[in-house]
């Protein structure tokens, strides 16, 4: 058992195989939750797990479970996943790596007929990109019970189209109830997705603490009128109101440690050249490990929208409808003693993105294991982690299930 290792061309074939659903003439993947390019991630994935002797079950927000049974199948499984979907100008490692690394997991223990102590369980979780539908990390999120199930279900895209409807239409819309999974510890392999890994020269991070997020949506109402004919001191011009929040919550993100804001979405009303924008729509994202700092910055955006809402004599709506708290990994040390055991670089190290294990660590001692990628460079078509790095991280995910496997049998 001690020398067993995946097998890395298997695994690199398999990342290859995915990356074609959605592919991008830069090479990267356009594989939105929910779209006939996710079924047919989500159809190889099933049918690989089934060859690889697992039974499926999918839940009603669409997250997939592929069991592997083991000698006592009583007792909670070891599990592990991530996610199939991507951004509109993904790369072929984000979430799907995570999934990958379960399967080639699944299948050196198939291929060698080994019995572990307690069943492995190998997830996809629904929309973890928070691209296509909102909130991000939503299969998850509903699993662990932070969101109400037909509330995510009734989420809606651009078009109008309704996420539950969607699973039904792709055949993921299940019957098993979230949360129901019998799982006693849960780890996520994943690129790192930061420059930090590579930098460093470290195979392996440990991840230990998952960082805080804070989303808004905010809407700034003005007042549209001619460009030509209005003077300045009678104008509500939605646009220089918008430019000095998001140049404040950039002041915000450099006044305090480990801040980050960011805002990446945008809609201008009418968007007319010779118009005074009355009506703006844009998102804003605020991050920090700790929770303390994340609510005073919060705190500070608050102000400042109110502020200037005061002074333009405009209204601003400031929708803060997603929190995710700060997370620890707390079993963190299952990833350290198979990392040392296989002789892995390896460096402690926090999650700067949100992922679904973050979610998992609400129910179970959960872990995550990073493995570099190319210039930290991510959510972009070139992103890139090369075949040794994979298999690393891979081999890691292994190890760590069957150290986990065996504690979770010792303990009953
Ligand atoms: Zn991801």
Redesign the pocket.
């Known amino acids: 058992m001690q020398d067993l290792r995946v097998n890395k061309e298997r695994l690199w074939d398999s990342l290859m195989e995915i990356a074609q659903f959605g592919a991008t003439e830069k090479g990267g993947c356009n594989r939105l939750a929910g779209t006939d390019l996710d079924k047919q991630a989500r159809d190889l994935f099933v049918s690989w797990c089934k060859t690889a002797g697992c039974e499926i079950t999918i839940d009603k927000i669409g997250n997939i479970f592929a069991r592997r049974p083991g000698k006592n199948n009583d007792l909670p499984a070891v599990g592990t996943g ?2 199939l979907d991507t951004q509109p100008t993904g790369g072929k490692f ?2 799907v790596f995570g999934v990958l690394a379960g399967v080639e997991v699944l299948r050196t223990l198939h291929e060698n007929k080994i019995e572990t102590p307690t069943a492995m369980e190998f997830s996809v979780w629904t929309n ?1 990109e928070g691209s296509r539908f909102q909130p991000a990390m939503q299969g998850s999120g509903v699993y662990a019970g932070r969101f109400d199930l037909e509330t995510e279900l009734n989420k809606t895209d651009v078009d109008g189209i309704r996420l539950g409807d969607e699973l039904k239409r792709i055949g993921y819309l299940g019957d098993a109830e979230p949360g129901s999974r019998n799982v006693g510890a849960f780890f996520e392999t ?1 690129i790192e997705q930061g420059p930090i890994l590579e930098d460093a020269d470290k195979a392996i991070g440990i991840v230990r603490l998952g960082q805080g997020i804070r989303w808004y949506n905010i809407e700034i109402i003005g007042q549209e009128s001619h460009s030509g004919t209005t003077p300045m001191y009678l104008r509500k011009d939605a646009m220089v109101a918008s430019a000095e929040i998001i140049s404040e919550i950039e002041n915000i993100a450099h006044r305090h440690e480990n801040g980050l804001g960011t805002v990446g979405f945008m809609q201008v009303y009418p968007n007319s050249r010779n118009t005074i924008p009355g009506n703006i729509k844009f998102s804003a994202d605020l991050r920090n490990p700790k929770p303390d700092v994340l609510l005073a910055m919060h705190e500070e955006l608050t102000a400042f929208c109110q502020s200037v809402a005061d002074k333009r004599g405009l209204e601003i709506n400031l929708d803060p409808f997603w929190y995710f708290a700060p997370v620890e990994f707390n079993a963190s040390d299952d990833v350290k003693a198979a990392t040392e055991k296989l002789g892995y670089s390896h460096m402690d190290i926090y999650a700067g993105a949100g ?1 679904d294990a973050c979610y998992m660590a609400d129910l179970v001692p959960a872990g995550m294991i990073f493995t570099p990628c190319e210039g930290g460079i991510s959510h972009n078509e070139v992103e890139y982690s090369s075949p040794e790095q994979c298999e690393a991280g891979a081999n890691v995910l292994l190890h760590t299930m069957l150290e986990a496997s065996h504690r979770l049998a010792s303990v009953q």
Do not use: I
Request: charged share 30%; hydrophobic share 0%; no cysteine.
């Open positions: 991530s996610h984000d979430g973890e994943h992922h």
